[in-house]
């Protein structure tokens, strides 16, 4: 379980992450902020590309930054879009297997956080996978 304090952190990085975002061809910007085991916070970006199948979603970019960085071990994930609810779609649900535990928690944040009544959803990897 995460501080209400560093879910905040991870949700304003994973907003300003989304604020880098290539979405020319979706209109779909999506942010993401990994926090590394020593406190490090990566974030990620959404990148599109005219063929969707190789549109990088910002979980990924996060998770490439960091490993590409050295860091293979990860304490939490907030991801964001302009929606009330977000979720990692398949292919990133995989990646995040091979570098996450279940047991990390991963914060789903609603679109117009931190406005009054938006909720962070507080779940875990593990909970999120099998879906």
Known sequence: MLSQQRRHEL?????EAKGNA??????????????????TVIKGASIDNASYG???CAERTAIVKAVSDGFKSFA?????????????CGMCRQVIAEFC??????LLVPGDYPKEGSEVKETTFGELFPQ
């Open 101 to 106: 535990a279940p047991d990390m928690p991963v």
């Open 22 to 39: 290539y979405s020319r061809y979706s209109n779909f910007p999506v942010g993401a902020a990994l926090l590394a085991h020593d406190g």
């Open 11 to 15: 949700a304003t990085a994973a907003i």
């Open 54 to 56: 190789a549109t990088i």
């Open 76 to 88: 939490a994930l907030a991801i964001v879009a302009n929606v009330p609810r977000i979720s990692p």
